[in-house]
């Protein structure tokens, strides 16, 4: 059974997650210009993410694509998208 005090060490993990791609997501944006972003996400961040997606989109005008899976599965998701 999980401890609180692992399941907030999960959540501050997950928060630094989505301001380190929200950060990467914002300069990439100013280096390139990109018609689509596809981002690869842990379900549990998906709601801010997709938050933070929809006023990326309307300031760059560029597509956001989520992809959602379980923590256990993202190392396998990558693994599949460098081939």
Do not use: C, H, W, Y
């Not at 989109?57 to 956001?64: D, I, S």
């Amino acid at each position: 059974m999980a401890t609180a005090a692992f399941l907030e060490d999960i959540m501050r993990s997950s928060f630094r997650t989505i301001v380190v791609s929200t950060l990467t997501l914002i300069l990439s944006s100013t280096l390139a210009s990109a018609a689509e972003v596809r981002v690869l996400s842990v379900g549990s961040t998906q709601i801010a993410a997709k938050a933070i997606a929809t006023e990326f989109e309307k300031q760059t005008r560029n597509k956001v694509t989520f992809t959602s899976r379980p923590p256990f599965d993202i190392d396998k998701e990558l693994d599949g998208q460098s081939r």
